[in-house]
């Protein structure tokens, strides 16, 4: 976790152009939500952070929702796919 930080702080990312996001992204720690945003924001997809039902999201369009799960997953954010409430 510590080299993700440092990866993120050294490094300024800008967010992609909003669009609509209805997809929902689970399993996140609520210390790395913000940095799980700003990792999809570094491969051009928009993302927010928020609270589901059963704690910390990752919302994307769920045309990118695949794309976005697995981005997480190679950086360490996701064990598996996230599920809807």
Known sequence: K???KADNEAQK???????VVTGQISGID???LEDAVKALWKEKIYAESGMGCTGPIVLVNEEKLSTATEILSKAGFVAKAGSDC
Do not use: L, Q
Not at 13 to 19: C, F, G, I, L, R
């Open 30 to 32: 609520i210390m790395d």
């Open 13 to 19: 990312v800008t967010a992609p152009p909003k669009e």
């Open 2 to 4: 510590d080299t993700k």
